[in-house]
């Protein structure tokens, strides 16, 4: 009996000692997850954007083989010499967009400010026989209405420095002008002139819609400056236009199509934080457009003429944007 008391008591010893060493062993302590904060891959900027157009658009009516010689049976030209404009403009694309390929869209919105600019000035050739001018008439041109929408979309593509794009753009148009004042010649059967002293003589209206390919080269070597130029292309254009010469009662509505467009472009840019300040110029052209002209005389309702009637478009454009990143 006195040895198993011994022996029970050795093995309580044993067993305290045993639970004194794992308790003096610190337990492992399993490290919190942390979970990393996802990272913004792309941003929208938004911000004003402020400039001038320097241009003209054009009012075109083709002749026939048997009216004149000229290629032109009359022609207006009508100035946009400047007009200033406002607006904003939209961005979606990566917040580094030279860190991989991606997605980038945009709009762009400008209104112009009513104002006069430059002249209106109308030319017909009427006689078979040669190309001389048959009348002429100039007036003050004012700008009454300058409305521009553009939107983009597209991928982008960086390499070291330097990133391209390619993209789809459209754009519409409105433009809204009246000539009042001035004179004019008529040679028909003799040779006159007529003073528009305080008559508003004529109006014409142009509504473009286009669509275009384009695309872009531009580098940051030099950041935070950065430098891009661009060009869209494209022959897919329609213009709706509507005249009114005011004093002769009679409204012509010309709906042409299908000519050239195209607009190089520059861009400079200086990033501050999540703000980018931009200075841009650009070129639009587009070729004279052919269609249809229906003629309504003294309001006895519309029929179809038999020459083609066109429109065209000249526009330099200078602007300021500040873009916020959002």
């Not at 709009?107 to 017909?124: H, L, Q, V, Y």
């Amino acid at each position: 009996m006195k040895n198993i008391a011994v022996l029970s008591v050795l093995v309580i010893i044993l067993s305290l000692n045993s639970y004194a060493d794992e308790s003096e062993v610190p337990s492992a302590e399993v490290p919190s997850a942390e979970v990393p904060s996802a990272e913004r891959n792309y941003c929208f900027s938004l911000g004003p954007q402020f400039g001038f157009v320097f241009g003209q658009a054009l009012e075109i009516v083709y002749s026939l083989p048997e009216e004149t010689k000229n290629e032109f049976l009359s022609e207006l030209i009508w100035d946009m010499k400047p007009v200033f404009y406002f607006g904003i403009q939209a961005q979606f694309n990566r917040v580094d967009l030279m860190k991989k390929p991606g997605f980038f869209s945009s709009i762009s919105f400008k209104a112009g400010i009513p104002a006069d600019s430059g002249i209106m000035e109308d030319r017909d050739w009427m006689w078979p026989q040669n190309s001389d001018l048959t009348r002429f008439s100039s007036h003050t041109n004012k700008t009454d209405v300058f409305i521009q929408l553009d939107a983009a979309a597209g991928a982008s593509f960086p390499t070291n420095n330097n990133l391209f794009k390619l993209f789809i753009g459209g754009s519409w148009m409105r433009f809204l002008f009246t000539g009042r004042d001035g004179y004019g010649i008529y040679n028909d059967l003799y040779t006159k002139e007529q003073n528009f002293s305080g008559d508003t003589v004529i109006s014409y209206q142009q509504d473009w819609l286009l669509l275009a390919i384009g695309f872009s080269a531009g580098t940051n070597i030099f950041y935070p400056f950065s430098f891009d130029i661009s060009f869209q292309i494209s022959p897919l254009t329609y213009c709706a236009a509507i005249d009114n010469h005011l004093l002769g009662d009679t409204i012509f509505r010309d709906f042409t199509e299908f000519g050239l467009f195209f607009e190089p472009s520059f861009n400079m840019s200086f990033v501050i934080k999540h703000a980018e300040l931009s200075l841009g110029l650009n070129y639009r052209y587009i070729g004279r457009t052919k269609g249809e002209s229906y003629t309504n005389k003294k309001d006895k309702g519309y029929y179809l003429e038999t020459n083609k009637a066109g429109a065209g478009l000249s526009m330099l454009d200078s602007r300021f944007l500040v873009s916020i990143r959002l």
